[in-house]
Each structure stands twice: as C-alpha cells, then as structure tokens.
C-alpha cells in the first residue's frame, strides 16, 4: 500500500497491455527482428505476434435501477417555470454530510440555470392540482432516451426547454445507497445536454460522497490509459502502440468518474457518453464515439486505486441492505431558499384532536409548530412529548390564553415564565419562541418575554366555524413561500380537514416545516416574525 501512483499504473500497464506496457513495438516484437525483403523467403523464427495480455474493462450495460420505495428515504421534487428547471432526488433522513453533497450539486444546477436565464432563483408553488406530491425518483428514469426525460411534464422543464433533474437508486448494500443523478439541458425540446453524477451515503453515519470520491487522486490517468485501450480494441484497431501520454483523456476521465457504479459484485462501472472523444484517441483515428458505453473494472484490477470510502463502498456490495434508522421529518434537511416551504402552526392546544393532527403529519413525514398553553400541559404531557420526539417546534401561548399587551408587566412575565416551565417540565425541552395571544404584543411584552414572537401571514379563522371545504381552501390556497399559517387544534374542522389540507399543499409544491426549518435551522433570537420571507 506504500507504492506510489506511477509504481502501480506502471504494474497495470505490464499487466494490461504487455511487456513494459508495450513502450515500443520493436520491444514488443523482439530487438532482432526486421521484415524479410521482397522476394526473399521469411527467416525461421520463434516469433509469434504479440496478443493481448490481460483485459483492462470489459463493455458491459448498466445495472437496473432499483425501486425507491421502501428504502426509507426522504423523497424531493423541485420545479420552477420563472427558471425552467425540474429536479427529482432522494435524501437520507436526517441532515447528514451525504445529505449535503447532493442538495449542494442541485443548488449548483439552480444557481447556473437561473443565471442562464438571467434570474434571481426564488421558490415557487403552483395552483391546486399540479401534482406535485409524487416526489423522488421515477425508476428507470435515468436510463430512459433523453428526449423522452424531457417530453415527460413529470420529469422535465414545462414547455421544453431548461433543465431536467432526474434518479435512480442505482446501489443499495450493507449500509451503502447509490443515487445516480442526470442533468438534461433542453432547448425547444431538443436536448442540448446530458450528464451523469453518482452519489453514495452511509445509511448508519449519514456520510457520503461522489462516484469520483471512490479512487485515489491521479486514478484517472490510469484509467484512462486502460479504457483508451478498450475502446481503441472495441473501434477494431489491433495496434499495440501506446496510448500518447497528453492533455484530453486524463482531464475527461476525471469528469467522468463522477458517474462511477459499484456493480453488485463489486466491479466498477464507468460510463463513456456519446460523443466522447479525447486528442489521443482523435490521433488513432477513432471518431467520436455514437453510443454510451459503459466498462466494467474488474474489483481486483480497481482495488489499488480506490480510496478508503472507496473501499468500504466496494466491501459492501452483495451484503444485505441495512436501511437508514427512521428520524422525524422536523430534522431533516430543507434548506427554505431552495425548496417552497410553508409552516403549518397551532395554538390553544394540546387538547383531544391534537393527537389525530399528529398523526396526519407522520403519515406525510411532514412537521409543524404547536404553540401551547401553560394550563393545558400538565394534563397533556405524553402529547407536548410526542410532539417533542417527532421533530415539532413547541412554543409558549401563555398560561391562560391572556391578552399580553392588556395586562400588567408582571402579569405577562408570570404568563410566559409558568408555561415555560409546564413545557419544560413535560418534554425536558427548553422554550425558544412564544405567540401572543390574538397577535397583540408591544416593547415591554417582548421584553420580559426573552424570545422572539412568532406571528403569521395567513389566518384561516377556523374558530369562526366555517365549512370544511371553505376552511380547507383557505389554508391550501392562501400560503406562498415562506408562509406561516395559523390553525388552532382544538377546533373539530380544523381536525377533520388536517389531512386534505396537507395534501393541497404537497400538491401545489409545498415543503411542509416546522419553524426552525423555515428559518433554515437558525430561530430568530428577538423581535416578532410574520413569515420566513
């Protein structure tokens, strides 16, 4: 393991290639050797033509995808018009490293299409009935012909021209996933570009990487040297003349090893697209190349060129999949500059529909805030701790429902210290926020209060009654990135309609959060907020 990286590529190119990897035909042919002149009868020899000494990477196709479903996996979907992008991806509960390189590379994605375009990015939601609540990967979508990703209105720009994001679960061993990620570039329904990036996690650490992460620094050189050769041997060309050391393959390579799978037995797939080509190839003659191919590195060739995570990712393969343990969505990673989100909160409870509201939350892996009240927690506290343990924020609504900015300073310090320490008490879980009873406050309030006043943007005035159909329109219809709408759990219709309004929001786009996701894990630590705008 102390070799140097020229010490092992030139053991790979005696093995691959021959002799001191075939640095010179006459080398290859014999010193002594020279043709016989016309007319004269060849010499006896003991020569015979040099063959092929062991295969480098073999053409192979691509594994099939697997399902996504029921890996445990938290499922995006990202569409904005303004910009014409559409992204799909899956994510590992939780907010891990792994997490982080992928949201990462689809922030870079937004971030060089709205420049393209000439657009500030923001957030966007769509009218009821956009369909937006199927999330995550469309199987097989990365494998399909490019020009059907972008036809398709549930994976590519509406209208045809943008960017199109797609996945598929290409790897799923021991406690390693693979995600492969395809980036179309489209314009007027024509695709302009297509390439391939392939993640992996760690489902028990939430750490993860790159396909090019896999191999050791200088790995490309190497591999290009043998792919070069492979695809040299695939055009027809029986040379053995050495791939011409220069700039071009290397580089590409490089690129390429973004996109390397790790089959199940533990080969290394790297895939070469269409047109590709490279000055060294160009100088054998071999155009560029009309069809994706993808070359299969055998597991003992690749090893002494994969870097530790490389290592482990390949150890894993064939072994039983270890699924991610299960963590509240209110700990997940968002990130409300990226993705449309909406804060659903609660106030006056907990009380007997508090646990039904819960549920409906779970069952869409989504998260809210409930803002309570002092009196009702001691009675309540398996409640305040469950919201507690399934990632929810929990907020002071005061003791007893009192109008702070109506009442002696005292008064109101003895509101919000008393529900404080009920919830503390009850969940082990200190207080950041509080809301003020029908939204009134003022500099005093505030002050003894410590904490931030957490306010709203859209009131659906449940506790007037209203239809269920009426209640539920205003509560899926009204909200815009980075609302915070306020409900109250302890009011029949706003239990029997949690679930409907849930889903009208996923389908308009929607994120649903709690407010520390909303404020993109970072409370405000003073002053009163509306929205998360």
């Known amino acids: 393991m102390n070799r140097t990286l020229r010490e092992i590529a030139a053991a790979f190119m ?12 006459a080398t290859a042919l014999g010193a002594e050797w020279s043709p016989p002149r016309a007319n004269e009868p060849a010499p006896e020899s003991d020569w015979t033509p040099p063959k092929w000494q062991g295969v480098f990477a073999e053409a192979t196709s691509l594994p099939k995808p697997l399902e996504a479903t029921g890996l445990g996996l938290v499922e995006r979907r990202l569409r904005n018009d303004e910009i014409g992008l559409q992204a799909r991806w899956e994510q590992l509960p939780g907010a891990g490293s792994g997490n982080a390189a992928i949201v990462e590379a689809i922030r870079g994605i937004v971030s060089l299409r709205g420049e393209s375009v000439g657009v500030a990015y923001q957030p966007k939601v769509f009218a009821r009935g956009a369909g937006l609540a199927a999330r995550g990967c469309v199987t097989g979508s990365t494998a399909w012909p490019a020009a059907e990703v972008v036809a398709d209105p549930a994976t590519g720009p509406i209208g045809g021209s943008g960017v199109a994001v797609v996945c598929d679960i290409v790897f799923a061993s021991g406690s390693v996933l693979g995600q492969r990620l395809r980036v179309l570039g489209a314009q007027d329904g024509m695709v302009t570009s297509d390439t391939s990036r392939v993640f992996y996690f760690d489902t028990r650490t939430g750490k993860g990487g790159s396909g090019a992460q896999l191999w050791v620094p200088g790995a490309a050189e190497v591999l290009w040297a043998g792919i070069a050769q492979s695809l040299r041997r695939q055009a027809g060309l029986l040379s053995l003349a050495p791939i011409a050391a220069g700039p071009g393959g290397p580089e590409l390579t490089a690129g390429l ?16 697209p269409a047109g590709f080509n490279a000055p060294e190839l160009a100088a054998l003659g071999i155009t560029d190349t009309l069809r994706s191919s993808t070359w299969a ?9 994969l870097s530790v995570f490389g290592v482990q990712v390949v150890a894993a393969a064939g072994a039983p999949f270890i699924a991610p343990a299960p963590v509240a969505a209110g700990l997940d990673l968002v990130g409300c500059d990226l993705l449309p989100c909406v804060a659903m909160t609660y106030d006056d409870g907990p009380g007997e529909l508090t646990a039904g509201v819960l549920d409906q939350l779970a069952a869409r892996h989504a998260s809210a805030s409930f803002f309570l009240i002092g009196a009702r927690v001691a009675g309540n506290a398996d409640l305040a701790r469950r919201m507690v343990a399934e990632g929810h924020v929990v907020g002071n609504h005061t003791w007893s429902h009192t109008a702070l900015s109506k009442t002696t300073v005292v008064k109101a310090a003895d509101e919000l210290r008393r529900t404080d320490a009920a919830i503390l008490a009850a969940t082990g879980v200190p207080v950041t926020v509080f809301r003020p009873p029908w939204g009134e406050y003022n500099e005093a309030v505030l002050a003894v209060a410590g904490k931030p006043a957490i306010l709203w943007d859209v009131d659906t005035f449940d506790w007037r009654q209203p239809s269920d159909e009426v209640l ?22 706003t239990g029997r309609t949690a679930g409907r309004v849930y889903d009208g929001l996923l389908d308009r786009g929607f994120v649903l959060v709690n407010l520390q996701q909303l404020y993109n894990g970072q409370l405000p630590v003073s002053g009163a907020r509306s929205s998360g705008r």
């Open 14 to 25: 005696v093995m691959v290639f021959g002799v001191g990897g075939c640095t010179s035909c």
């Open 257 to 272: 090893l973004e996109s390397t799978e790790v089959g199940p037995n533990g080969t290394l797939l790297v895939s070469v």
């Open 297 to 305: 590195v055998p597991r003992e060739v690749a090893e002494p060129l």
């Open 472 to 493: 539920t329109g205003r509560a899926v219809d009204q909200p815009i990135p980075g609302s915070v709408v306020l409900q109250h759990d302890i009011h029949p219709n």
